[in-house]
Every structure is written in structure tokens, then in C-alpha cells.
């Protein structure tokens, strides 16, 4: 970004409609709020009543009116960072995720077709930032300004692996957030197999409690949830201060998606790069974010099946200098692909791209 383009910005009124109000949700830290803060922007909670030079949404904001917003010609920028367009059209999931937000509060206006929702906030916005070149490809049929940024990790990844030689029990660690931990299941046989041949543990760090419907109702302990997958599983509380400590301390990461479920296997590799800054070897389903990204890195871990999770989690159980040279080769690629310096600059662009003026121009 040129230095008068920043000046802009500092200028502009900018308002946000965050993940959480407390800003504490990694979609608002490991997003436009750590941009903002690293770039020196002022900006408040959004309020569809007010007139702003620049509104930045996220998954969280109320489509059926920022969809509509147009107070005083500002600038929309809508981050959607989910595969939701990857959902079919007239999903009956798509229909009652419509009726349950505006039936709870989320929506002011009822809008029955979710799918067709946020199609209309992509064609209101003036730039769409997402995660993967298939999302990019689905906005671009809405918005001709679509861009992919993905996340910070910083804050979050404060120490690497070193010592590559295996725990006894071996570790196999999952990080995510728990309304995500039922894709364990798809790694139980395989792990049962395996446990015959190597003592193994199952270690998890999420949160210990969260709500299963819609952010907001029916609050569940995520151990029970996770018991239900693994009789004896490690649990440990997600915490910035330690997270990385905690799986670093564990042998290998495993991030299992279910392909058959477009949503899912819509995913970015966030989380993959954020275990990679740790220099942690790991193992992932086959989804397109994926495969690219072990491509671009020189390593196939990206399992398309039970047969390939089996074959790769026994290799990299079996031989420390393959979990070494995965690590290793996952935090050098992070380091040159996806730097704090290019991330940056790639939220510089986006808002380059919308030709902001300040009132004195």
C-alpha cells in the first residue's frame, strides 16, 4: 500500500460487524482486526443506522440488512472465509439455516433461501475477501472484486517443534474449534488399527464447552462429545498463551475433513498452515485446499481414504526423520509463502482495489 492510500484509510470511517463483540473469535484476531491494529486503523462495531466511508462484514453480520445497506455511498467489504456458496442451491440444511436465524434473533428480515442470501450481500459488496480459489471462483459469479487472504496465525504460534523423536504412548494431537471435533470419527478404525501395533494417544485441544445450535443454544461439554468418538482421549483447554506449547509437546497433527460433505472439503488451509508455523509434521484429508498446499510444499500427506490415512500416519509413527523433514519443510514454506509482510499486503491490495477517497479529496 503507497503511503497516501494509507493516509485514506486512516481518515475514513470504517465500521465492523465482528465474529464477537469482545473481538476474541479467531475470525476477528487472525483477521481484519489484527490488520487494523498492525496497520494502525481506527474502527467501530458497525451500526446499520450510521454512515460509514467503509464497512467490513464478516460471516457473523445480518445479511438481510447489510445486503440492502446504503447510507451515504460507503465501501462493503464482506469476508467469507466458509464454502456456504459450495452448498446446493436449494439444500434443505440452506432453507432451515434461513428460518433459524431470523427465528432467533440473527436476522431481521426472514430471508428463506441462505444460499441465495449471501449471493445478494456478494453482489452489494464492493469487494468479497475469501480463503480458496474454488470460493473465488463461486463469488466471482456475484462480485467481480473477490479476493483470498488467509489468516494470521502470530499470535497463536509463538513457539516450533525442535525434537522430532517420538513420545511413548506417540501423540496424535487435533486443534479446532469443538463444534468441528466430530471429524474424529473419521480417523476412529484407523486409529483403532494402528493402536494394535504402536501404543497411541489421542490428544485434543479445543475449547471445554460449546453451543451446538447456531452459536447459541444447547451448551455441550466438548469431553463428552469427544468421549463419545474415544473412550480415552487427552483433553486440554485452548489457550493462546500455551496452545502451541501443548501440540508441539505431541508427535503429530491430524486434521480429518469429510469429503462428502461440500462444505467441509470447502475448507481453507488455515489450519494447516498454522500447525506448519509450529513445524509440526502433519496428516490431512484430500480436500482441494489441501492437496495444493502439500503440493506447493513437496509432501503428500493428504489422504483420500482410510487405506492412505493408514499408509501415512504409519509411516510418519514409524520414522522421526520423515516427521522431521515434514515439519521442517512445512514451517519453511509458511515462512515463504505466507509471511505476516504478505498477508499484509495482500489486505493492503483488497482495499486499494476499492478507489477510497477521504472527504477532502
Excluded at 482486526?33 to 486503523?41: G, S, T
Aim: with cysteine.
Amino acid at each position: 500500500m503507497n503511503s497516501s492510500q494509507l493516509v485514506d484509510l486512516k481518515n475514513l470511517r470504517i465500521g465492523y460487524v465482528p465474529i464477537s463483540t469482545s473481538l476474541n473469535s479467531p475470525g476477528d484476531k487472525r483477521r481484519f482486526v489484527y490488520y487494523a491494529n498492525k496497520r494502525n486503523l481506527s474502527f467501530e462495531i458497525a451500526d446499520p443506522s450510521e454512515k460509514y466511508d467503509v464497512v467490513v462484514l464478516t460471516q457473523n453480520a445480518d445479511l438481510s440488512i447489510w445486503s440492502q445497506y446504503d447510507n451515504g455511498g460507503a465501501k462493503i467489504v464482506y469476508d467469507l472465509i466458509d464454502s456456504y456458496l459450495a452448498v446446493p442451491k436449494y439444500s434443505f440444511k440452506g432453507w432451515l439455516r434461513g428460518l433459524a436465524k431470523y427465528f432467533s434473533g440473527q436476522s431481521q428480515r426472514l430471508k428463506f433461501n441462505h444460499w441465495k442470501t449471501i449471493g445478494e450481500m456478494c453482489s452489494r459488496a464492493d469487494a468479497v475477501v475469501c480463503s480458496t480459489q474454488e470460493q473465488y471462483a463461486d463469488i466471482s459469479e456475484f462480485c467481480q472484486n473477490p479476493h483470498i487472504i488467509l489468516d494470521f496465525h502470530k499470535g497463536v504460534a509463538r513457539t516450533f517443534k525442535s525434537n522430532f523423536c517420538a513420545n511413548r504412548p506417540f501423540r496424535v494431537v487435533w486443534e479446532g474449534l469443538p463444534q468441528n471435533i466430530g471429524s474424529l470419527k473419521l480417523l476412529r478404525n484407523v486409529l483403532d488399527q494402528l493402536s494394535v501395533l504402536y501404543p497411541l494417544e489421542v490428544h485434543i485441544v479445543t475449547d471445554p464447552s460449546y453451543n451446538r445450535y447456531l452459536g447459541k443454544y444447547g451448551r455441550t461439554k466438548t469431553l463428552q462429545t469427544a468421549k463419545r468418538i474415544f473412550s480415552d482421549i487427552h483433553f486440554h483447554e485452548w489457550k493462546e498463551s500455551d496452545c502451541a506449547d501443548v501440540i508441539c509437546s505431541c508427535d503429530l497433527a491430524v486434521i480429518p475433513l469429510n469429503l462428502n460433505d461440500s462444505f467441509a472439503a470447502g475448507k481453507p488451509e488455515n489450519k494447516l498452515l498454522l500447525l506448519w508455523r509450529m513445524a509440526m509434521p502433519v496428516v490431512t484429508s484430500a480436500s482441494p485446499a489441501y492437496v495444493r498446499a502439500m503440493n506447493a510444499a513437496g509432501m503428500n500427506y493428504a489422504a483420500k481414504d482410510e487405506s492412505d490415512w493408514l499408509a501415512m500416519l504409519t509411516k510418519l509413527i514409524c520414522n522421526p526423520d520423515a516427521r522431521e523433514q515434514a515439519g521442517v519443510t512445512g514451517k519453511a514454506y509458511v515462512h515463504n509463502k505466507f509471511s505476516e509482510e504478505i498477508l499484509l499486503a495482500r489486505w493492503d491490495a483488497m482495499f486499494d482495489s476499492l478507489e477510497l477517497k477521504t472527504s477532502n479529496s
